[in-house]
């Protein structure tokens, strides 16, 4: 939401999508995220910037293995990092830039099987809410823009919003957003 708020061009697209596919200030059906590409690009380009988990939990190789010409010996612990993959330049252009339009043509799926996406975990490790989180958080999120117009606490201006991230365990913005919702 923070993104969509300080990107108001992104949020008012979703919106005319929103009113195009199932009607301005409806609620958001788990049947409807399949027709609403853009929202599933947003809720996608908000896991590569602000995953979770900065770290995925950790790992310990079996056996040597070989990466790109490093060793990496049997029984050491590798730690993923989530964060640095989503804002790899090598991977993207301008990886510090909200745009879900750089998922539009792409097959790039959050579940773990795209290696350059996955704020949620892969393998036998991968997050147990997986499931409730790819049915719930389009639905949420949907249902929010399409039953409310937003304005941020205070009078900030988008471009002012802080984006400023807390790490820990789990990430968070430093400041949490305030915003106002303005029924339609």
């Not at 923070?2 to 999508?17: G, I, M, R």
């Not at 989180?133 to 900030?156: E, V």
Request: glycine content about 6%; hydrophobic content about 45%; overall charge negative.
């Amino acid at each position: 939401m923070a993104e969509l708020l300080k990107n108001p061009h992104t949020f008012e697209k979703a919106q005319e999508q929103l009113a195009q596919v199932i009607g301005r200030g409806k609620l958001i059906d788990e049947a409807d995220v399949a027709k609403l590409p853009y929202l599933r690009c947003i809720i996608k380009e908000t896991f590569r910037i602000h995953p979770q988990v900065p770290f995925l939990i950790p790992r310990k190789v079996e056996e040597d293995v070989d990466l790109y010409g490093y060793t990496i010996p049997k029984d050491s612990q590798v730690l993923v990092n989530v964060w640095a993959i989503g804002r790899d330049s090598s991977l993207r252009e301008d990886p510090l830039d909200f745009m879900p339009e750089r998922f539009w043509e792409s097959d790039i799926d959050v579940r773990g099987t795209d290696f350059e996406l996955i704020p949620l975990g892969a393998g036998r490790k991968i997050c147990l809410g997986l499931p409730l989180a790819i049915r719930m958080i389009p639905i949420a999120l949907g249902s929010l823009i399409n039953t409310f117009n937003w304005k941020l606490d205070g009078g900030i201006a988008p471009k002012d919003l802080d984006m400023e991230e807390k790490f820990g365990i789990t990430l968070a913005k430093a400041q949490p957003l305030l915003a106002i919702p303005i029924p339609l």
